[in-house]
């Protein structure tokens, strides 16, 4: 505005918009952007502008009612300051247009339409503070705003300085402010106060639009003295400046925060609309409302009667208006303006007129001329033809050459998010400073006294929050996000709002896939480029340009160094693109690539371990939770298998365990430290440790790769054990969660089988399984509040034992098997239940042949004439149904080739037990026994069966010929066995030949000589040592036969 003398006269009153409904345009207020996407050229030099009706309280407008000439409005009309369905709720605010806006008004707004800042809108602000910043070149007056910076917005409000000095005195805050300004700026402050001349034009405005809205020209009678007393005060009350600064964000009681309160009037109110409204934050992620309807309604509200998204030339603003607009009849949409016939229009005045009809699209203003409050006359004006009054006359490409500058001059310098800035020029100077409060605060060692601090960082958060909703484009703001997030929490105190800083250090955590293939880990550097003007809190100010120097007109120099950025003249902002040199390309904000897996996993885990902190603090039970040291490692040893009862005792938990996913379906729940299931902490916690049981998953899978086994297996431990606690907290198991655990019991199952192969490097392993960060310690700290994270214990030590390594890998397996059938998993994750099942089987296959090794070393030992121990047939046992339940495993998902080999195994194992029954007794008198005969031949059974399940060479070569090869082996032993210790005691030995002869042609059908491979050459060996036997064998039946023949003869 110009000087408070025509503040009265130059502008219409905010308060009739918004409480008395009138409305915006000839076709109705609408929701929809397209009513008004229309373009406008307006004025001489064609200023491109268009505005968007985003939200309006406004009833349906009211045809003003033109007075009669001669009407004395120094009388009041009879319905002066009372309430009218025309005029709203509370007639009275019909004076609060030179009110001075909330301090906090540019907030409200952004609560709203929280989809648009940060990233559409460059401007966010109060329609007077707007036009109160394009005035400067022309106007005196003195201008103080605060400025914040959230993404590629700017936020505007009046910092009305007088106001927070006068409660400076009465509550000692804002001292270091008030001391800062005395010392470099206005040494003899004091506050100023309204002239008799600035009441008299407010009063004379207000009975003015009464009268329009009344529409009865002729003078009411005069009230008595007591009533005008009354009214007077009433209306010196209302015009105190508007919302001041009480603790905290408060706003006067006499002004109505409901725009549907009740009216005596007959035609109801529109109900209010709010396009494009975005929730604060969602609800997948458990974040509830920050603020409740108590403190919405505390100077955080969105008070304007109309937002409009106001696009002027390329600068798009969000701008909250309340200037009455009339219509009806021949004119659709005008605003209303009473002047002083006396007093010519100036350009400030015109500025004024031209931006608010600009602003809110109205094409005509009607102007009211008075000579001591009596109505003379009335002027229609077009909104272009403003620029070129009489007396008026200005450029309308200058405004937008100022705007521009501005515009430019505030992004340049208010890089700092999170940060209040101080957009200074005292009354009747040419300078305009610009200064960082939050720099100035942090100097007083107490932050927290920026009143702005507290909306500044939920605004921040609300952004983030809005954002992450975006799910098909959050990924190119993830550095943006990040910066805010990283805001909010540097300005908010911890021990004051846990709630805030758990979930923002939570959707920093959320900020990094964990689940990204590794491929495509180089894919997240294109997020360098996300945020063009979003800048981290670490970032260093760059030197600005020679236009941004440094000029005071203060004896102290030190004045140069507290301001941030000074405009040395202001008629600098009339030049075009003066200010665009200084709009530098600084660093973006960058997000942080991770091309290594750990270093993005920890980033995760210490914004969980934060949010994990907050929550633990706002819980009180403190006295109740059991003893425990951050500082302190919690041990992490081995048990050797002696200690936990062997496969019996690892039977017994892998059952404790199944009756706990059991009852987990039924949703049991318990907590250690006595949270309250379903209050914010109990659902921030679940997330967090949801987090942090996914990151150590993938710092697992990591390790595993590096075959860090024992890291490995240090980091699914935590993995584990963070969802154990999950387990105990959760009220009701969600199957996505179930599937985690399962793939966290499979990489647990695949780290023990390594470690059980890799047994040679079991020291360096153990080493690292011991090892403990302290973000770790102080992340089990937190589950241990929570949880004993005792149950997997079973699957995470660390054992000496080759067996029992191999037996909790085989557990690991079938518990994540377990799990998939709790709410149909398998058939909603086919792809993870397929590899359960082979590693099962792969698995039992390992076992089975350890057990089979086992049983050969017995067998080995084994004197010869001793008979076949129990031992050794236990392990027979324990093979074979190993054996069996993996080629049900391959056979359950149709994997023939691994199904097999594991019938290639079950056969050497006959083979194994079949050389177990060898005769005993002296070597000359041996036979082949009839044990040797059934196991060789179920030996070959499960070969052939391996011939079937293949079906063909070509379904895998290299396997094809190996059962071939066992099978040629198996018929050559025992035709070999027969021939060399023919059983003559059971068998007549031309029986005995003919089951040698067919074994061994069988052996030579088997034994394939003309294939080119590394086998070949024992194939050829095998086939001639087959011919061999089988000549010597005939040779031998032959002579036996000649001999006989001649010995009959001789006898004869």
Wanted: a negative charge.
């Amino acid at each position: 505005m110009a000087d408070s003398k025509e503040a009265g006269a130059e502008a219409p009153p905010a308060g009739a918009a918004a409480r008395g409904g009138l409305s915006l345009l000839s076709q109705g207020e609408s929701e929809d952007p397209s009513a008004q996407e229309s373009a406008l050229f307006l004025g001489g030099n064609e200023v491109k502008s268009r505005a968007v009706v985003k939200y309006s309280s406004a009833p349906p407008r009211t045809a003003f009612a033109r007075l009669e000439e001669k009407t004395d409005l120094k009388l009041p009309p009879a319905n002066w300051l009372r309430e009218s369905a025309k005029l709203g709720p509370a007639g009275t605010t019909i004076l609060g247009n030179s009110r001075k806006s909330k301090p906090f008004s540019s907030f409200g707004m952004a609560y709203d339409f929280i989809d648009s800042v940060g990233n559409d809108v460059d401007v966010v602000s109060d329609s007077e503070n707007i036009k109160k910043l394009l005035k400067i070149p022309y106007s005196k007056s003195h201008v103080s705003m605060a400025v914040h910076r959230i993404g590629r917005t700017l936020l505007l409000d009046e910092l009305d300085i007088q106001e927070l000095f006068m409660r400076s005195s009465q509550t000692g805050d804002w001292t270091w402010l008030k001391e800062f300004y005395q010392r470099l700026i206005d040494q003899k402050w004091q506050r100023k106060k309204k002239s008799k001349e600035h009441w008299y034009q407010k009063a004379i405005l207000s009975k003015f639009l009464y009268y329009s809205i009344n529409g009865d020209g002729a003078a009411q009678p005069v009230p008595s003295a007591t009533e005008q007393q009354e009214s007077s005060s009433s209306d010196q009350t209302n015009d105190s400046d508007g919302a001041s600064w009480p603790a905290p964000f408060e706003m006067p009681s006499s002004v109505s925060e409901d725009p549907s309160a009740s009216s005596q009037g007959s035609e109801p109110l529109e109900p209010s609309y709010i396009v494009g409204h975005v929730a604060s934050a969602p609800k997948e992620q458990n974040l509830t409302p920050l603020f409740n309807d108590g403190e919405n309604s505390q100077g955080l509200k969105n008070d304007f009667v109309r937002n409009i998204l106001w696009t002027f030339e390329d600068i798009h603003m969000l701008v909250g208006s309340n200037m009455p607009i009339f219509g009806g009849g021949r004119y659709p949409a005008v605003s209303l303006r009473l002047r002083d016939n006396n007093k010519p229009i100036n350009v400030l005045t015109g500025i004024d007129y031209w931006l608010d009809n600009l602003i809110c699209n109205v094409p005509e203003l009607v102007m009211c001329f008075h000579v001591n409050g009596i109505v003379q006359k009335y002027e229609m004006i077009k909104t272009e033809e403003i620029p070129n009054l009489e007396n008026s006359n200005f450029s309308t490409k200058v405004i937008k050459d100022i705007a521009q500058n501005i515009l430019s001059f505030l992004k340049s310098n208010c890089t700092k998010e999170g940060h209040t800035y101080w957009l200074f020029k005292a009354s009747g100077s040419d300078i305009v400073k610009l200064y960082d409060l939050t720099t100035l605060c942090e100097e007083t060692e107490d932050k927290y006294q920026n009143p702005f601090t507290m909306p500044v960082a939920i605004l921040l958060y609300k952004v983030a929050c809005n954002m992450m909703m975006k799910k098909n484009q959050n990924k190119k703001h993830y550095g943006t996000v990040r910066t805010l997030l990283l805001n909010c929490v540097k300005l908010l105190d911890k021990s004051r709002h846990p709630q805030i800083i758990a979930s923002a250090n939570y959707m920093l955590s959320e900020l990094f896939q964990l689940d990204e293939p590794k491929k495509e880990e180089s894919s997240e550097s294109p997020l360098n480029e996300n945020s063009d003007e979003s800048y981290s809190e670490e970032e260093e100010e760059m030197p600005d340009s020679d236009e941004n120097g440094s000029y005071s007109t203060s004896s102290d120099p030190s004045d140069d160094n507290k301001a941030v950025a000074i405009i040395k003249s202001v008629g600098e902002l009339s030049v075009p693109e003066k200010y665009k040199s200084i709009h530098q390309i600084r660093p973006s904000c960058a997000f942080p690539v991770c091309h290594d897996t750990e270093e993005r996993c920890r980033l995760v885990l210490s914004y969980v371990l934060e949010g994990l902190k907050s929550v633990d603090s706002s819980i009180k039970k403190e006295s109740d939770l059991p003893a425990a040291d951050p500082n302190t490692p919690i041990p992490l040893k081995y048990e050797d298998e002696s200690t936990r009862g062997g496969p019996e005792g690892l039977e017994k938990q892998m059952a404790l365990f199944l009756d706990k996913m059991g009852s987990l379906q039924k949703g049991n729940y318990s907590s250690q430290s006595g949270m309250i299931p379903g209050s914010w902490q109990h659902k921030m916690k679940l997330q967090l440790i949801l987090k942090s049981s996914k990151a150590y998953y993938v710092l697992s899978d990591a390790a595993m790769s590096l075959q860090k086994y024992g890291r490995a297996l240090r980091y699914i431990k935590l993995a584990l054990q963070s969802h154990d606690t999950y387990c105990c907290l959760c009220t009701n198991m969600l199957s996505e969660v179930l599937l985690f655990l399962s793939q966290y019991l499979t990489l647990c199952g695949d780290i023990q089988l390594m470690l059980a192969q890799n047994a040679s490097n079991r020291a360096a392993h153990l080493e690292e399984f011991n090892y403990q960060t302290k973000e770790d310690q102080e992340i089990l700290h937190s589950l241990h509040r929570e949880s004993s994270c005792q149950g997997f214990a079973w699957a995470t030590d660390l054992s000496t034992d080759l067996e029992s390594q191999l037996s909790v890998s085989c557990k690991c397996y079938e518990a994540a098997n377990e799990i998939l059938q709790f709410s149909d998993l398998k058939s909603q994750n086919p792809e993870h239940y397929v590899q359960v099942l082979k590693r099962m089987g792969n698995i039992r296959n390992e076992i089975g042949v350890f057990y089979m090794n086992q049983a050969a070393a017995l067998q080995s030992e084994r004197l010869v004439s001793k008979t076949v121990s129990t031992a050794e047939q236990q392990l027979w046992k324990k093979s074979f149904s190993c054996f069996e339940k993996g080629i049900h495993n391959f056979e359950s998902i149709d994997d023939a080739t691994n199904a097999a080999l594991l019938l290639c195994n079950t056969g050497r194992l006959m083979r194994i037990c079949a050389q177990a029954h060898c005769g005993a007794g002296d070597e000359f008198k041996r036979e082949f026994s009839p044990e040797e005969g059934l196991y060789y031949n179920k030996a070959v059974d499960y070969y052939l069966k391996a011939l079937r399940s293949l079906g063909t060479r070509d379904i895998h070569p290299a396997v094809w010929d190996s059962v071939n090869w066992e099978l040629s082996t198996t018929y050559f032993t025992m035709a070999t066995l027969q021939q060399d210790y023919a059983p003559l005691s059971r068998k007549a030995q031309e029986q005995i030949e003919k089951e040698v002869s067919e074994a061994m042609m069988k052996s030579l059908k088997y034994c394939d000589v003309d294939s080119v491979s590394a086998r070949q050459p024992l194939c050829q060996y095998r086939a001639a040592t087959i011919h061999h036997r089988l000549a010597s064998m005939y040779h031998s039946c032959l002579r036996n036969q000649i001999c006989m023949h001649w010995l009959s003869v001789g006898l004869s």
